[in-house]
């Protein structure tokens, strides 16, 4: 299935979309029954400024033909020769003659009402029909039936087919069909996007404005220095530094308490001094019994020796702590800032991030004396527990001595070379994480204010989310009327309960317990910290501040494993826009069987048969959903007006009826009769009950919304949608006689046999008929005194031929949409102006409801042809005509093109006059060899755009004229033979004529 959607009113952009649809017809297996052309009429664009709607209904008008050719296939030659052209490549041998099978005329109004869609604007129109499309093609009964009975049309209505679509073989290819959709919702996405919003924006003012109360009168600086005051200890402690005193001032005491605690725990210091020694020592001391000088020398001996182990050892043990502490030392940071911002937002937390660079510089002072111990000598005095004299017994107790002054002293060095690597460290902390942090800060906080400070933009009805803060709901204030419009959607979830409704579900959300301020209070703190009780699967997102890049400090060279580093300064990122504050709150919202969740998730059988309410408030319930459907069938009517008048007229003993489609609906056995009443009656049809019952489902079924489509009961003729004829015919009507040439000038993009309302043997036969009348004196076309004179400002007029109800003198519209003053109208302008004004007659019909601006067109086809339906395969009527005026029956007040003496002289005049017309034609209008025609011409072949430009108007219609032409001749014939067998031969000073000069005089020949 293929669906096009484009609008009438865009001229040759708009005629595109017929391109479109006829490229596909070359694809293989292409079923245009399948195919829908979704057209936005000229009434959708009346909330356009009148500059802007210039040929917006001239367009229209033109498209209206243009549609009409294209879904009934007399448009095909011409396409199929123009992608030729263009492409070179000729249609299959597979393609079918038509280019789609319906078309569905969209508009401003409501089915037969005349209501407006909402406020009929052109945004709310189209939003109606992409939700109408997007629904349709997620629901599967209801998509089934739109392609068994919308697009194919297989119970086509009866059709008067004297007015519209003669010689089709069905109406199915003739006639349009609407579309209309609405829903029942409950509403409660609505509600969901509401909370999330209105705690998105109480997190958005938290990250700007968070550090003051509502009625702070300090400023900025003075509420920040207060807050920080009374923190500054803690947060010291928590960003891993010592925490000074009130004031922020070192005392050594508490740095040598954070060095043996934090940076480098005195027991973790030990372990690892032991084992380093451990490693240096074992079996390397002297064991056994020995002289105290020889035990001394053999211990000192080998204190040389591992000296440089031990030095090696105290260096990887001082590198890989402070390397690590690096780490901690930013993370811990990262960690206290996204605190700050989560409890009293940015500013709060960049003054504290002051705060914290100020005490680490204090810091790298006071660290400064421990570097000292880096140079220590590990194996310093290590041999002065062995005696200097004497026989030494215990040896391994004096081993285990000098091992652990050894440890003693490799404790001092660690120390000392972890101070120095941490100075380096903290010496960078400004640039390295300070800094990108601060910035980072800022960039987040400028975005914030001037979300804060912008006005709200352009923000969804259909679709109420959006991360515009200034569209958000207001604590204390009513929802934003956008989440109560809703053109196409009934909600049940009134906006009214949105506030009391959000206060328990936020109750209710297991975050903390207390006032509302204080519940409120926790969870934009959750919020920020993206941290919440959730039983889904997906991750949380955790703190606003984001690492994008690590610290790497200039105090290393190389990483633990030995990998050289650069160093860099770290980055950072914050997910704190409104975007993303609103995306964390719809995931807090949306927590699975929490509060929030449980409300939204309801479907509208649970919510009319819940158990948990009175039985007084489930029938109130019952109550309103079943009002909620009323509404919306009403709305689901199709998107354009259709007159039932008019449906009567064009298919007679058709009344106008609307047919719906429904989406799976959860109310079986509950509002399922109810729901069949509102069906019963008026225009509905009888087929909708039935698909009704078909989309009927439990009502524990989870279904929150139900989509309703509408219809017309059978497809109509194009003329019965008054609702897009009508601004066309009220423009040309109001439009001065001098401008209506301006009006409708270049808005054809088709040659008429694509641009028609009419199939290709009607064309054909109106264009046979124009040449009967105007043989047999039936067409009265205003003519000028002298070449000096203009056309007399009156209507062309036929005379009704024989079998017709009455006899008498038809005005075909005045004036003409191409004027005889256009300059391609020339001498041979008549018939084309006149088939082209067939628009003007079909909109004026459908504005008076009445077939009286058509008869014109009817009489000159019945001049060829008075079949009913379908053609005959012969023109039997023009046959008739010929005869009976050829011998004499002149129609009163005519003025025929040729004349004679007697009926024989007739023939012979008319077969002079239609040879002449052949020749002009076939020579000067078609291309060699086209229905075998001589070619050769002036306008026989067109080779430059400059050519175009002069073409005669007539010459759209050559091939018709030259083939109606030939079967005239042949058809003489057969009335000469009658007439002659019939009357007496002609007296040799007999004499024919021609009335002048030939009516279809090509200028320049």
């Not at 704190?576 to 059988?605: H, K, T």
């Not at 009817?858 to 011998?887: C, K, M, Y």
Request: charged share 20%.
């Amino acid at each position: 299935m293929v669906l096009v959607v484009a609008s009438m009113a865009g001229g040759a952009g708009a005629s595109m979309a017929l391109d479109v649809c006829r490229l596909l017809t070359f694809l293989p297996g292409y079923d245009p029954d399948m195919v829908g052309v979704f057209m936005c009429g000229a009434d959708v664009f009346d909330g356009l400024p009148k500059s802007q709607r210039v040929g917006v209904r001239p367009n229209s008008l033109a498209m209206m033909g243009e549609l009409v050719a294209a879904q009934n296939g007399s448009a095909t030659p011409h396409d199929n020769a123009m992608i030729e052209a263009l492409t070179g490549q000729t249609a299959p041998s597979t393609q079918v003659s038509r280019t789609f099978a319906r078309v569905f005329p969209v508009g401003a109004t409501i089915g037969g009402s005349g209501a407006k869609l909402g406020d009929g604007s052109q945004s709310t129109v189209y939003r109606a029909l992409g939700r109408g499309l997007g629904a349709l093609v997620t629901s599967g009964k209801a998509f089934d039936e739109f392609v068994q009975f919308d697009l194919p049309n297989p119970n086509p209505a009866v059709l008067d087919w004297q007015t519209f679509g003669w010689d089709l073989p069905t109406s199915k290819y003739a006639t349009w069909m609407g579309f209309g959709y609405a829903s029942v919702s409950m509403g409660r996405d609505r509600y969901a996007e509401y909370a999330a919003q209105r705690l998105a924006r109480s997190a958005v003012d938290r990250l700007d404005v968070g550090h003051r109360r509502p009625s702070e009168s300090k400023p900025d600086s003075e509420v920040l220095a207060g807050l920080v005051e009374h923190q500054r200890s803690s947060v010291f402690e928590a960003a891993g530094l010592p925490p000074g005193d009130d004031s922020g001032a070192l005392a050594q005491r508490d740095v040598m308490a954070w060095f043996d605690s934090t940076l480098l725990p005195a027991a973790e210091l030990r372990a690892g001094a032991q084992v380093v020694v451990r490693s240096a020592t074992d079996g390397r001391l002297p064991s056994g019994s020995s002289s105290a000088g020889e035990l001394q020398q053999a211990v000192q001996s080998t204190l040389a020796r591992i000296r440089p182990e031990l030095d090696a050892g105290a260096k990887d043990r001082a590198d890989a702590r402070i390397w690590q502490w690096q780490k901690e030392l930013a993370a811990a940071t990262v960690a206290v800032v996204d605190d700050a911002v989560a409890r009293l937002g940015i500013r709060y937390a960049r003054r504290l991030l002051a705060e914290i660079a100020a005490h680490s510089s204090r810091l790298v002072t006071a660290v400064q004396p421990v570097t000292g111990l880096a140079t220590i000598d590990p194996t310093r005095e290590a041999a002065s527990a062995i005696p200097s004299v004497g026989v030494i017994s215990n040896t391994a107790a004096l081993t285990d001595d000098v091992r652990e002054k050894l440890v003693q002293n490799v404790v001092k060095s660690v120390r000392g070379r972890a101070a120095a690597r941490a100075l380096e460290v903290l010496t960078d902390y400004q640039a390295g994480i300070v800094e990108p942090l601060d910035k980072a800060l800022a960039n987040q906080l400028e975005t914030i204010v001037k979300a804060r400070s912008t006005p709200a933009g352009a923000v969804g009805v259909a679709q109420v989310a959006t991360s515009d803060y200034a569209a958000w709901p207001v604590e204390g204030a009513e929802p934003p009327k956008r989440f109560a419009r809703a053109v196409t959607e009934v909600l049940v979830t009134s906006t009214e309960t949105y506030d009391p409704q959000f206060r328990a579900d936020l109750a209710a959300s297991n975050v903390a317990q207390g006032t509302y301020t204080d519940v409120s209070s926790a969870v934009v703190t959750s919020l920020l910290r993206g941290a919440w009780s959730t039983t889904a699967s997906r991750p949380l997102p955790g703190g606003v501040i984001g690492t994008t890049r690590d610290w790497v400090s200039p105090a290393f060279k190389v990483d633990p494993d030995g990998n050289p580093l650069v160093p860099t300064a770290a980055a950072f990122a914050l997910a704190a826009s409104p975007a993303d504050v609103v995306g964390r709150a719809r995931d807090f919202v949306s927590r699975p069987n929490e509060s929030f969740a449980q409300f939204v998730e309801q479907g509208l059988g649970a919510y009319v048969t819940d158990a948990t309410v009175r039985d007084a408030e489930r029938a109130d319930r019952a109550r309103q959903v079943l009002d909620c459907f009323d509404r919306a069938l009403k709305l689901a009517r199709p998107l354009v007006g259709a007159d039932p008048a008019l449906v009567k007229l064009f298919h007679p003993g058709q009344e106008m009826s609307f047919r719906y489609k429904f989406s799976p609906i959860p109310l079986a056995g509950v509002l399922e009769k109810d729901l069949a009443g509102l069906l019963q009656g008026g225009q509905v049809d009888r087929t909708s009950v039935a698909l009704l019952a078909r989309a009927m489902e439990p009502t524990d079924a989870v279904f929150r919304s139900v989509s309703i489509f509408g219809s017309f009961g059978h497809h109509y003729a194009p003329v019965c949608y008054d609702s897009l004829w009508e601004p066309l015919v009220a423009d040309w009507n109001t439009t001065a006689a001098e401008g209506r040439h301006d009006w409708w000038q270049w808005r054809r993009s088709r040659p008429l046999p694509a641009a028609l309302p009419v199939t290709e043997s009607e064309r054909r036969a109106l264009v046979g008929g124009y040449l009967v009348a105007r043989i047999c004196g039936a067409l009265q076309i205003p003519e000028r005194e002298s070449r000096f004179h203009e056309v007399p400002n009156v209507p062309v007029r036929i005379y009704q031929p024989a079998g017709s109800a009455s006899r008498g003198w038809l005005e075909f519209p005045h004036p003409l949409l191409t004027p005889p003053r256009a300059a391609n109208f020339g001498a041979n302008g008549w018939l084309a102006a006149l088939l082209e004004s067939v628009l003007l007659a079909y909109a004026t019909a459908s504005q008076s409801v009445s077939t009286a601006p058509i008869e014109p067109y009817r009489a000159l086809r019945r001049w060829w042809d008075d079949s009913e339906q379908f053609a005959s395969p012969t023109p039997i009527a023009a046959g008739r005509a010929l005869v009976e005026w050829a011998r004499g029956a002149d129609v009163p007040d005519g003025r025929p093109a040729v004349t004679g003496a007697d009926p024989i002289a007739r023939i012979d005049a008319a077969r002079t006059w239609l040879s002449e017309v052949r020749d002009a034609f076939g020579t000067h209008f078609m291309r060699t060899g086209q229905q075998g025609a001589p070619g050769g011409g002036r306008y026989s072949s067109v080779a430059t755009r400059e050519d175009v430009m002069t073409l005669p108007f007539i010459r759209d219609l050559a091939a018709d004229h030259y083939w109606a032409t030939g079967v005239l001749l042949n058809l003489l014939d057969q009335v000469e033979d009658e007439l002659r067998s019939s009357a007496p031969a002609a007296t040799p000073d007999q004499k024919s004529e021609t009335r002048g000069s030939a009516p279809l005089e090509i200028p320049g020949l």
